[in-house]
């Protein structure tokens, strides 16, 4: 039997995601599977650690130094920095205070003439009211996060410049134009509706911010570029938002019968290791405001679309379109582990740690990293014991030799 094509792919979730995707990592890495994988799917937060993996070729420890020193510094801080040290920060002050006065003048002259405006304007002439287009977000909080992305992890390295010796790396964002995924790859950055980019120069940073930019938090990032569609080039504009609202999980480039002259084109996997961070089992209540409401109906949505995908990956494999695959989870039901450790870490002392990117504390890194890492062993020996297999045999011929 051929070797397996490995799949990897980290969900979204903040630096919850950072901290449990660490621990996978780094167990993946001790099995001598990380050096196998063939591709890296990644999400919103699990972007992010995905992005310093393939950003160098080191030795594993100093990319976990890397990782547990962001953790502890966490993104938010760097971002004020920015905020009130750079001219892109006082860019952004200014932008924000003049479209707010806008706002503001806006309602007062819509109170005030309204009434004479619908009175005194013919209806058969309503048509030739300018409908104003939104400003474009050039300049936003989303922009502040890509630039501490670009200066303090990625030191301005553009996605087609990524190192040979890691996995391609496959990062994932949502098209907010035409509700479609749009994925950015050294060899190629687009979306099935405009094609791929003419020139792939977007850097690293600004995918990865577009990846994590949670819409109920983040500004889009608004990217105007020349698309190659079957041979034609044509000037676009996308409006690029977190990869979750597409595929949390971001399984979409894994699945089988993928057609590619639709589809940007991307190695074929059999072999799936979906490290997914968890949403929690909360009980909270939205409360009666609008955002609350919002944020939970969303919420809501994205349980539903993870919860297909994990349904559609037990259905390939049973219909043998894929081997098979494991989903080291962080609200894994610790009961249902057949292989689980003495010193297993609770899904209820880490799964409701908060989703956003501010400084995680040193017991929490310890604890969430811990968690992924036990989660990975635990799945990998229970539903992909073959990738293990071959290093059991080869030690058990040097016993005999021995």
Known sequence: MSAPRIGLSLSGGGVRALAFHLGCLRA???????????????????????????????????????????LARGFLRPALSKALSTSLGWHLLGTGTSRAGQQIARVVAAATFG??????????????????????????????????????????????DLPDGRPPLVVNATELRTRSAF??????????????????????????AASAAYPLWLSPLDLHAKFEHRGVITPERVVLTDGGVYDNLGLGPFWPGRDPKISLPFPKV??????????????????FGPYGRVSASYDCTARRAENSSVKRLHELRDAGAIRGFAMPFLDQNDAQ??????????????????????????????????????????????????????????????????
């Open 28 to 70: 993946l890495h001790e099995m001598d599977i990380l050096a196998r994988v063939e591709m890296i799917s990644t999400v919103s937060g699990g972007s992010v650690i995905g992005g310093l993996y393939a950003a160098r070729v080191e030795p594993f420890a100093a990319f976990e130094n890397r990782v547990r020193h962001h």
């Open 115 to 160: 009434a004479l405006d619908r009175m005194f304007i013919d209806p058969s002439h309503a048509h030739l009211r300018r409908r104003r287009e939104p400003l474009p977000k050039s300049i936003s909080m989303t922009t502040l996060l890509q630039a501490v992305f670009e200066d303090d992890l990625f030191d301005g390295l553009r996605i087609s």
């Open 183 to 208: 994925r950015f790859s050294k060899a190629h950055s687009g979306c099935y509706r405009f094609g791929h980019l003419a020139t792939n120069d977007p850097t690293l940073g600004y995918a990865v």
């Open 270 to 287: 059999d072999t799936i290791i979906a490290c997914r961070a968890g949403y929690g089992l909360t009980r909270q209540d939205p409360g």
């Open 337 to 402: 582990l057949s292989c689980s450790p003495q010193d297993l870490v609770p899904r209820g002392d880490v799964q409701d740690y908060p989703t956003d990117f501010s400084a995680m504390p040193g017991p929490w890194i310890d604890r969430l990293v811990l968690r992924g890492e036990q989660q990975t062993r635990a799945l990998i020996a229970q539903y992909l014991p073959e990738l293990v297999a071959p290093r059991a045999s080869i030690q058990s011929a040097d016993d005999g030799l021995a």
